[in-house]
């Protein structure tokens, strides 16, 4: 999966109801993708630390 260094806002410049929308709702997506990548971040992290904690298989 590959992802932009954009908001959503910012690609979609070219629909104003979508432009209208973030700025009375908030960008939902933009949101998901932090908390996702935080998600992501912390379950690696867990990974990480159980693997330490069981020791080599």
């Known amino acids: 999966m590959t ?3 954009t908001t959503s806002t ?3 410049t070219d629909a104003p ?3 209208e929308l973030v700025k ?3 960008d939902v997506l933009e949101d998901t993708r932090q ?3 935080k998600v992501l ?3 690696e992290q867990a990974v ?3 693997s ?6």
């Not at 330490?52 to 298989?57: C, D, E, K, V």
């Open 3 to 5: 992802h932009q260094n």
């Open 10 to 12: 910012e690609q979609h």
């Open 17 to 19: 109801i979508y432009a």
């Open 24 to 26: 009375e709702r908030g």
């Open 35 to 37: 908390v996702a990548a």
């Open 41 to 43: 971040r912390q379950a």
């Open 48 to 50: 990480r630390l159980s």
């Open 52 to 57: 330490m904690r069981s020791g080599p298989a």
